[in-house]
């Protein structure tokens, strides 16, 4: 076997292990909220891995674990505080599906979970390749990835800092309109989004250019089926006419100027 399908395989075992035990923690404390937060850590815990076990160039290891740990926990950290800030109470996106499913909301909840430990399963792959080139060169295309991801981890931070100092300091049917959130309704996305791009370069600068599929799939599914839709149609319940006129001036995803008057 190619020691990276080993590597990747053994990843994938821990993955499917964790997920298990992360399931019965959220049935004990019935709060399935828990998955965001290891889906947070999640990334930085292969990316460690990973780099441990592969057999390239050490310093490139480092550099990509490191990257990847800074982006990574602090998603993780970020979605933590939020878990425990609203704990015991569980996120709407949860208790809807429990309400519509009724009795078979556990297994099916087994589901989601395990929905989420595949994708990390292939997402994963984009860490593992880089930390099998043995060469000593960092090029200038892994830079541009590593400025990439620099620019993703500050722009998501500064996204998260923004909504949480409104929400703060503003009731919950108000629209944030504040920095980033005046050019995207969902700086936030855009910028995750961004990171895998970045984390895609440098795969691809270690020849794994397949793994396109990684940015790819993720703008997908943010745009499609997590991420953009819930949040809007959420918004829209609880911000009404005011988020529809955020809609018609703002940009979806991509931060760009604002119009200046519903089109």
Not at 177 to 193: A, D, E, I, K
Not at 204 to 218: V, Y
Request: glycine share 8%.
């Amino acid at each position: 076997m190619h020691p990276l399908l080993q590597q990747l395989l053994l990843a994938w075992i821990g993955i499917f292990t964790v997920i298990n035990l992360t399931f019965g923690v959220s049935e004990k404390l019935r709060n399935a909220g828990i998955i965001d937060v290891l889906w947070g850590f999640s990334f930085a815990i292969l990316a460690l891995y990973f780099a441990f076990s592969g057999d390239g160039n050490e310093t490139r290891r480092i550099i990509l674990a490191t990257a990847t740990c800074i982006w990574s926990g602090r998603l993780g950290f970020y979605l933590l505080f939020r878990f425990k800030r609203h704990y015991p109470q569980e996120d709407k996106r949860y208790t809807d599906l429990r309400d519509k499913w009724g009795k078979t909301a556990t297994p099916k909840m087994f589901g989601i979970f395990h929905w989420q430990g595949l994708l990390i399963m292939i997402f994963s792959v984009v860490f593992a390749v880089p930390t099998w080139n043995e060469s000593t060169i960092i090029s200038p295309l892994e830079w541009v990835g590593l400025a990439i991801i620099a620019v993703a981890i500050i722009g998501e931070s500064t996204a998260d800092w923004q909504l949480s100092r409104f929400k703060s300091q503003n009731s919950d049917n108000k629209v944030c309109r504040s920095g980033l959130w005046n050019y995207s309704r969902h700086p936030n996305y855009f910028f995750q989004w961004l990171a895998w791009v970045g984390f895609f370069l440098l795969a691809g600068a270690s020849g794994g250019w397949w793994t396109i599929f990684c940015p790819l799939l993720m703008l997908f599914l943010l745009l499609k089926v997590f991420g953009v839709p819930a949040n809007e149609k959420q918004n829209l319940i609880s911000k009404g006419s005011a988020y529809g006129a955020y809609q018609q001036t703002t940009s979806c995803f991509i931060p760009w100027p604002p119009r200046e008057t519903p089109s």
